[in-house]
């Protein structure tokens, strides 16, 4: 049977990992490279790799790390920030990246979505949603949260999917930070709407938080980056217990 | 040992080489069919769409190449996928070496599978050392259907074959090069073959 992942998130600055609080206020969190093997030894499904710096000041995702992962690491991973060309995403799958994912670059010009799965295969283009929950509505944002559109999540979700998204990583901005659970209600829709698979990020505090977000939010796979990098949650204990909650896992 | 990686421009190959790289073998990627005749084993990677991929092992003539190469071949993911006799996937003739069609999941669950699945009802020394109901890795919209040659089973909507084996073919439909170490142990199994 497949089962459900365990992502831990590494936001890199400056070939750094850092993480913060709603996409603000960065601390450091270690070197990308001896975090991402930790994290394959301990029993992570896929790591992500999302080059914050890159969308914000234009740069693009450092090769050479994709790299270094890529010899050392002998599970999957997916590398965005800054992605907006053929040829970015022909580089860094060159560079050992099993996916990419887009985010900003996909809002600005879909048919970006349409171009690369076309090229690549759908099964390598992860379409990075952030959202926030103003009243009743979702409203996708951009440039790392810091610009709202006028998108709403669902349609844009099920367009990304039309237009040839393998994965919808789906982080909520009211929940990023928060370490009070995944935005579940959210997940769920967009899990019953779509036919691939979906992502949830944003929120993750204790391990009670993934089993909702599998058994509630009907999420496929789950990411989180500081309960993993501060070692609030260890990767074993977490799969451990929710392998004890009947959800499959590989152990 | 000389291991050669088919470099016909499909997929993620550096990988695949990056992993036996961590098992201490230098794995060579040619298109050049003497240096591929010259291997004492050979992986045929391929990652992508189909009709794509077998349009690119024509140009090289790698599509008679392949067929007829006696040492130990692995086809990994589309590798394995082209070695069968036909493909839904832009409905491509495959190079007829496993006797068996592949053919697109049905929606009634999410395509692609992403993500870790377990392998049962292992028949080959590919699989030494490895207990059935291990996880593997795999990522695609495409199996392969059961037949004689199925050495390795995988449910998803349907038990399709997750491996395929003929004489001095072999085929793993999920990424050993990224299956922890079970896949590295599958990739151990096929240098000692």
Not at chain 1, 153 to 172: C, H, N, P, V, Y
Not at chain 2, 4 to 19: E, H, T, W
Not at chain 2, 77 to 97: A, F, I, P, S, W
Request: net charge negative.
């Amino acid at each position: 049977m497949l089962t459900k992942r365990i992502i831990p998130c590494l936001d890199i600055k400056n070939g750094r990992t850092v993480k913060g609080i709603n996409f603000v206020g960065l601390r450091d969190a270690g070197d990308p490279v001896e975090l991402a093997k930790k994290y394959a030894d301990e029993g992570a499904d896929e790591l992500v790799f999302l080059d914050i710096s890159a969308t914000l000041e234009g740069r693009n995702t450092t090769l050479e790390m994709v790299l270094k992962v890529a010899e050392q690491v002998n599970i999957p991973f997916t590398v965005g920030g800054g992605i907006s060309s053929i040829d970015d995403v022909d580089r860094l799958l060159k560079f050992g990246a099993d996916k990419i994912s887009i985010n900003s670059s996909a809002i600005k010009r879909p048919e970006l979505i349409n171009e690369l799965s076309n090229k690549f295969g759908s099964q390598c283009i992860v379409v990075a949603i952030d959202a926030k929950q103003i009243e009743e509505n979702w409203r996708v944002h951009l440039a790392g949260g810091s610009v709202a559109t006028d998108l709403d999540l669902f349609d844009w979700a099920k367009e990304a999917e039309q237009r040839g998204a393998g994965e919808i990583l789906f982080t909520s901005m009211n929940n990023d930070g928060t370490k009070e659970g995944f935005a579940n209600d959210a997940l769920a829709k967009l899990s019953e709407e779509l036919n691939i698979q979906i992502i949830a990020s944003g929120g993750a505090g204790s391990i009670q938080h993934f089993v909702d977000a599998f058994n509630i939010g009907k999420s496929d796979a789950a990411l989180a980056a500081s309960v993993f990098h501060f070692k609030e949650i260890a990767i074993q204990d977490l799969k451990k217990e929710l392998k004890n909650n009947n959800i499959e896992v590989r152990l | 040992m000389k291991l050669v990686i088919i470099d016909y421009g499909a997929g993620n190959i550096k990988s695949i080489q990056f992993a036996f790289k961590r098992l201490g073998v230098e794995a060579k990627l040619s298109n050049i069919p003497e240096e591929i005749l010259a291997a004492d084993k050979i992986i045929f990677p391929g990652v992508g769409e189909a009709s794509n991929a077998m349009q690119k092992l024509k140009e090289s003539g790698l599509d008679v190449l392949i067929p007829k190469l006696k040492q130990p071949v692995l086809g990994i993911c589309l590798g394995m996928q082209l070695l069968c006799n036909h493909t839904e996937e832009g409905d491509t003739k495959g190079l007829g070496v496993f006797n068996t069609n592949i053919k697109r999941f049905s929606n009634k669950v999410k395509v692609p599978q992403i993500g870790w699945n377990t392998i049962t009802n292992l028949k080959s020394m590919l699989f030494n050392g490895i207990s059935d109901g291990e996880y593997m890795y795999l990522v695609h919209s495409y199996y392969a259907e059961i037949c004689k040659e199925t050495i390795s089973v995988t449910n998803y909507n349907y038990n399709y074959s997750s491996a395929l084996q003929k004489d001095n073919f072999y085929g793993v439909q999920f990424h050993p090069e990224k299956s922890s170490i079970v896949g590295e142990q599958v990739l151990k199994n096929f240098l000692e073959l």
